[in-house]
């Protein structure tokens, strides 16, 4: 069995966090994948120093997210005894959400309902009503 | 060293000459003074430039683009026409790999390279070919485009393949790269001098053809609405935003900026396809007029050659094919394969002449804003017999803004807000290319790039101030001097352009590199 929780940086995340925690621990084995998108489009419109610069501030986006957001969740896994990986990528959310999941071959995706932050609600909440539309894999989303 | 103190004494003689405090010029207006100056100083640069083949009246820098663009077109075996749907197929995202996302992709750094380019050229400079070279330019134009295709997938290929790649994470790549490395890994001499060459041209291309001319045709646009006023004033506020971005980090007017001129772009392209369509019982007439004149000139100052070259010269400025501009600005892109932002960038010789620049024609030629002796069918020269007669008398921008206003009565005020972003955008891009130019020659650092930028915004106010006439002369000259040293450069580099198309075709073939599942 393998689960995809995907996160958004917010306190309802915890919540789809616990909820997954609490599943896994009733089944016999499950692994865990714990994902976070960084939402970007490959089809906006930058400066050129933006452009130069975008490799290092798509690392440093990367780490920030694993800083913050990934690795305390995949801890708090771990110490509840579950197998538990991190993948943080760019793109639209719900899409790559629902392609790794897809990819991982997962049996489900858990996700927080909507975020209460203005600026979070404009990403993820939209998204999970994306994700619930088109995804191609059950998704089980957490009030 | 020694460089920095030549430039600085170039600098110095320059503002030495343009503004005198004799007491003769005293009676001249600022802006005059600015203008006689500046006419005086760059003289002799633009004539070197400019000159005619012996015997002929054919400028050799023209035939220089052209046949650069020719042999790169059969060097490649016509690679523009065998990987246009490849190229579209980058843009799209279909060879991404998902794992890459979050940098810079394909579409971005072509729309950057495109904010670059798309601009006063395909308004004011196909205005400027079409009044003097007739609706024959047009079809030189689109030739040069088809043709100039070839350049940028040269030049962007090596540009992405030669840059340099930092310890922190960016990037600088562009002509002065490939050259110094690429002779360099060729055993060949002079790499070194050469990308020191190019990089003086470039920050003068800068300076001219990315800066003075644009802030120049701003100001027209802005006082062909307000009614005249000193440049100088224009030139001052513009310099400030550009200050602002460039110098104080100012991010969200660049972010705005960027865009909002996508957005013109379609705008531009939908006003001129709704008066096609407006007028499309014309649209068969205006093709036989392209046609004709670019076999005969109908009349022009100069006959087919005049055409030809007008044509010929503004496609060239217009997408700076072989100039090597957009290596700077596609260098950016990460990407595992080189060429493939080749395939990407000739995208826009296409985009920005075959398509825009020939609308922009199509709209002049159709409402018949040029005057034709309906006696001979030629048209009529005006007094000075230097361009054609038009219906106001105007040229350059103000030409294809009653050309518009013809038929949708308020669209000069559109264009006049379009000139004016586009003017800033194309500023934008440019300052980035002459400050890789100028971090090459000096270094890399802060002081080096806020002196760079410092000038920079400097010659925004120069620009504004002088008159039409030297600017343009001077913008083509600097941006022509680069494709000198850039083409002559890529005769020597091609071979191995061509041993990476090889590589890739092979592998294309044999499904190594095949489309990802979005």
Partial sequence: ?143 | MTLVFRFLIMAATFFAIAVPASAQEAAMTLDEKVNAGFSAATGWFVNLIFMSIPGTNFPWIVMWLVIGATVFTLYFAAVQFRFFGHAIGLVKGDYSDPNDAGEVSHFQALATALSGTVGLGNIAGVAVAVGIGGPGATFWMILAGLLGMASKFTECTLGVKYRNEYPDGTVSGGPMYYISKGFNELGLPGGKILAVVFSIFCILGALGGGNMFQANQAHAAISGITGEYPGWITGVIFAGVVFAVIVGGVKSIARVTEKVVPFMGVLYVGAALIVLIVNFNMIGWAFGQIFAGAFTGLGVAGGMVGALIQGFKRAAFSNEAGVGSAAIAHSAVKTKEPITEGFVSLLEPLIDTVVICTMTALVIVISQQLIIDQATGNYMLNEAGSAIATVDGNTGVALTAAAFGSAISWFPFVLAIAVILFAFSTMISWSYYGLKAWTYLFGEGKGTELTFKIIFCIFIVIGAAASLGPVIDFSDAAIFAMAVVNIFCLYFLMKIVRKELASYSARLKSGEIKKFSH
Avoid at chain 1, 23 to 36: D, F, G, K, Q, T
Avoid at chain 1, 70 to 79: E, F, I, Q, R
Wanted: include cysteine; proline fraction near 3%.
């Fill in chain 1, 1 to 143: 069995m393998k689960l995809v929780i995907g996160l958004d940086g917010q306190s309802s995340g915890e919540k789809a966090l616990e909820f997954a925690k609490n599943l896994a621990n009733r089944m016999e084995s499950c692994e865990l994948v714990v994902v976070y998108v960084i939402e970007w489009s490959p089809f906006s419109f930058q400066t050129p120093e933006e452009n130069a610069q975008r490799h290092k501030r798509r690392e440093e986006e990367i780490e920030i997210a694993m800083e913050r957001v990934l690795n305390p969740a995949v801890k708090t896994l771990t110490d509840a005894g579950l197998t538990a990986r991190a993948v943080v990528r760019h793109g639209d959310v719900a899409d790559t959400i629902d392609n790794i999941a897809h990819d991982e071959g997962a049996s489900q995706i858990i996700v927080a309902r909507s975020s209460a932050g203005g600026f979070s609600k404009r990403i993820f909440g939209s998204s999970t009503a994306n994700l619930v539309m088109d995804a191609r894999v059950p998704v089980t989303v957490v009030a």
